[in-house]
């Protein structure tokens, strides 16, 4: 009988990445999203790019459909702190299959209906997100709503969309892209930590509700990556108040997208990347006074691990992707 429980994981695990339905990216445009955008479209997902800006998904997505996946991806506009247009996309792609956006208008790719019929609405990926650097007191109101409405409220705003639709199949995915700023305090990120401490927190909590109510076959999981060389940060090299994103090894968007995959395949509630920064961070989590008393050390070091990465890229110029500061968002 034991063997067989481990049959039906491996089972489940591979059926996850079996690309069976549709998957949403949000933040899709640029940076990690599109890196796991592309991945699982070449798993045989039906992807729909979602953005801020409409133009920029529906590029991303014809280029990510020239790339020959078995199924063409869509772009849509979608602003995550919208409850309604999140519901829309979500109940549009389930009840249809053909991958128009939430008014019922084409996304412009050019997909045809037959190529996209998939399963309904199979994952979910909170992925937009927003950062402001500095000391809070600094920042504006409307910097300090967009971090939250964006960061917090819109990941809120994706996963009742999705469970609305895949509860009642009675399977599906939300995978949530945190920060390991949802585990500890950051100096000069203190908004920006609190939006990823409240996903981490409605993620794990939410997951439990799921449980509790016998639903056994709905997952969603959190991933807390360090840094990440993205277009948020690419405008916050010579940002002091930003240095702590900067503070560990700078990871590629591409590393963060595989690890997706990995949890996409097989679902864990929180994955930290690298795992030792995680562990870190939860033990300095553990020891608030501590972790307030060593802050200046920290921040020192921390500037000068942005300024070598400032003096490094400078010297290798646009070799690892260059500042694009058009789009800040994941």
Same mark, same amino acid.
């Given at each position: 009988?034991?063997?067989?429980?481990?049959?039906?994981?491996?089972?489940?695990?591979?059926?996850?990445?079996?690309?069976?339905?549709?998957?949403?990216?949000?933040?899709?445009?640029?940076?990690?999203?599109?890196?796991?955008?592309?991945?699982?479209?070449?798993?045989?997902?039906?992807?729909?790019?979602?953005?801020?800006?409409?133009?920029?998904?529906?590029?991303?997505?014809?280029?990510?459909? +020239?790339?020959?996946?078995?199924?063409? /991806?869509? *772009?849509? #506009? @979608?602003? !995550?702190?919208?409850? =309604?247009?999140?519901? %829309?996309?979500?109940?549009?792609?389930?009840?249809?299959?053909?991958?128009?956006?939430?008014?019922?208008?084409?996304?412009?790719?050019? +997909?045809?209906?037959?190529?996209?019929? /998939?399963? *309904?609405? #199979? @994952?979910? !990926?909170?992925?937009? =997100?927003?950062?402001? %650097?500095?000391?809070?007191?600094?920042?504006?109101?409307?910097?300090?709503?967009?971090?939250?409405?964006?960061?917090?409220?819109?990941?809120?705003?994706?996963?009742?969309?999705?469970?609305?639709?895949?509860?009642?199949?009675?399977?599906?995915?939300?995978?949530?892209? %945190?920060?390991?700023?949802?585990?500890?305090?950051?100096?000069?990120?203190?908004?920006?930590?609190?939006?990823?401490?409240?996903?981490?927190?409605?993620?794990?909590?939410?997951?439990?509700?799921?449980?509790?109510?016998?639903?056994?076959?709905?997952?969603?999981?959190?991933?807390?990556?360090?840094?990440?060389?993205?277009?948020?940060?690419?405008?916050?090299?010579?940002?002091?108040?930003?240095?702590?994103?900067?503070?560990?090894?700078?990871?590629?968007?591409?590393?963060?997208?595989?690890?997706?995959?990995?949890?996409?395949?097989?679902?864990?509630?929180?994955?930290?990347?690298?795992?030792?920064?995680?562990?870190?961070?939860?033990?300095?989590?553990?020891?608030?006074?501590?972790?307030?008393?060593?802050?200046?050390?920290?921040?020192?070091?921390?500037?000068?691990?942005?300024?070598?990465?400032?003096?490094?890229?400078?010297?290798?110029?646009?070799?690892?992707?260059?500042?694009?500061?058009?789009?800040?968002?994941?």
């Amino acid at each position: 009988m034991r063997a067989d429980r481990r049959s039906g994981r491996r089972s489940e695990r591979s059926d996850a990445l079996s690309g069976a339905g549709h998957a949403v990216v949000t933040g899709g445009g640029g940076g990690l999203g599109r890196e796991i955008a592309v991945r699982l479209a070449h798993a045989g997902y039906a992807v729909h790019v979602v953005d801020l800006d409409g133009e920029l998904a529906s590029a991303t997505a014809a280029e990510i459909t +020239a790339t020959g996946p078995v199924i063409p /991806a869509r *772009g849509h #506009a @979608l602003d !995550v702190r919208d409850q =309604g247009a999140c519901r %829309a996309l979500a109940q549009s792609i389930h009840g249809t299959g053909t991958g128009t956006g939430p008014a019922g208008a084409p996304t412009g790719t050019g +997909a045809a209906d037959d190529e996209a019929d /998939a399963d *309904g609405l #199979a @994952l979910w !990926v909170n992925n937009a =997100g927003v950062l402001a %650097a500095g000391p809070f007191w600094e920042q504006s109101d409307d910097q300090r709503r967009l971090m939250l409405e964006v960061n917090a409220l819109g990941t809120m705003h994706g996963t009742v969309a999705a469970l609305e639709v895949m509860r009642p199949a009675g399977r599906g995915q939300v995978v949530n892209i %945190a920060s390991l700023a949802g585990l500890v305090s950051v100096p000069g990120e203190a908004v920006y930590a609190a939006s990823k401490h409240a996903v981490l927190g409605f993620s794990t909590s939410a997951l439990t509700d799921l449980r509790l109510a016998g639903v056994k076959h709905v997952h969603i999981s959190c991933i807390c990556p360090d840094g990440m060389w993205t277009p948020m940060l690419f405008d916050k090299l010579q940002d002091p108040g930003a240095s702590m994103s900067f503070s560990g090894k700078l990871l590629r968007p591409e590393e963060i997208a595989d690890v997706v995959l990995a949890v996409v395949a097989r679902p864990r509630p929180v994955t930290s990347v690298p795992a030792l920064r995680g562990v870190q961070a939860r033990v300095f989590d553990l020891m608030p006074g501590l972790t307030v008393r060593l802050a200046p050390l920290v921040v020192r070091l921390s500037r000068v691990q942005q300024k070598m990465i400032a003096r490094r890229l400078r010297r290798e110029g646009s070799a690892d992707g260059g500042p694009a500061p058009r789009d800040r968002r994941r």
